[in-house]
């Protein structure tokens, strides 16, 4: 009898250790199968956005909430960021799983050229483009009509490391101007905000969506300008960067005297290739579906297009992201 106990306990034993080590093998947060855009478990995502009165952080805020409220088996944290360049940084110090960075700099990192001039950093994927960045030059003084009039005033070029100094240098260069030409500053978009109230700067550059906080919050306590380029310098630009796409701001964005015309880049998230497909799958539709909910969260939810958000074609799509693509009839080069 003693011998028959202790072999039914070997077995209950052996059973109790066999469900712990399925309950172990289901932990890994970003291992698991979700085929159907819900997910048993949890997979945590951390999110690099941008500045805190940028358009990056807002949209990005809105996005995490809503896949992480949502029944996606993600969690997804929103985290400040200091702009693209930093942000793709992240990504490869493992500091983020998945960040916003603007469609011409993340071309420059998987090519090695520009901010990533040989350090070219390829482990990366596209998750969407979902909206245009207007490079959107701001002034209180209504003197500055033209880029040419930036010449030997006191610009703020965007913070250090992020890809707003390579646009300024590409719009002053069609004009044929350098930095030497201007007396530049390296400031986030709070700051340049903070710089053009205090009379401490002329002008500064700020690439964002439209319209964007730092430029709103200014228009509170003065009258702020947009500079507007002309066709002529704009061609001259698209001809020598294709990475940028003629936009107008229209003038009720921040009720203007009339619209505006400047050029934009790709606002895109990307993804690490080392974060599973289920997770990307699934944040990714997590996008599309609270485009609706969403809308009056956030304006740029209204400009989320699905063919342009498969459109990128200078880097590969994460295998999630294309998985989600294909189910809406739309074939993206992918890892």
Request: charged share 20%; proline share 1%; hydrophobic share 40%.
């Amino acid at each position: 009898m003693k011998k028959k106990f202790q072999a039914l306990a070997a077995v209950a034993l052996v059973g109790v250790m066999a469900l712990g080590l399925a309950a172990c093998g289901s932990s890994d947060s970003n291992s698991g199968s979700s085929n159907s855009g819900t997910a048993a478990q949890s997979s945590s995502l951390r999110f690099m956005t941008g500045g805190e009165s940028g358009t990056y952080y807002a949209y990005g805020s809105v996005l995490a909430q809503y896949a992480t409220n949502g029944d996606y088996g993600i969690d997804v944290t929103a985290l400040s960021g200091n702009g693209s360049q930093a942000n793709v940084q992240a990504l490869e110090d493992g500091d983020a799983d998945i960040v916003f960075c603007q469609s011409d700099v993340l071309a420059y990192a998987y090519e090695g050229t520009n901010l990533f001039e040989g350090a070219a950093y390829e482990d990366f994927s596209i998750v969407a483009d979902l909206y245009q960045e207007q490079v959107q030059i701001v002034t209180c003084d209504p003197s500055i009509k033209t880029v040419a009039d930036l010449a030997g005033k006191t610009v703020s070029v965007g913070a250090a490391g992020s890809g707003v100094y390579f646009n300024a240098v590409d719009v002053l260069s069609a004009y044929d101007l350098t930095l030497d030409d201007i007396d530049p500053v390296y400031q986030s978009f709070g700051d340049s905000a903070d710089s053009l109230k205090d009379n401490k700067i002329d002008a500064a550059f700020i690439v964002a969506g439209a319209p964007t906080t730092a430029i709103t919050d200014l228009s509170t306590t003065k009258t702020a300008y947009l500079v507007s380029m002309d066709d002529e310098h704009v061609a001259k630009l698209l001809e020598a960067s294709p990475y940028y796409a003629k936009a107008v701001i229209s003038a009720d964005t921040y009720g203007l005297e009339s619209d505006v015309t400047t050029v934009s880049v790709g606002a895109v998230i990307i993804a690490n290739d080392s974060v599973s497909e289920d997770a990307i799958y699934n944040f990714t539709k997590s996008i599309f579906d609270g485009a609706e909910d969403n809308a009056a969260a956030h304006a740029k939810y209204n400009e989320l297009v699905l063919d342009d958000a498969a459109a990128i074609a200078t880097v590969p799509y994460h295998a999630g992201a294309a998985k989600y693509y294909a189910e809406q009839g739309i074939t993206v080069d992918a890892k």
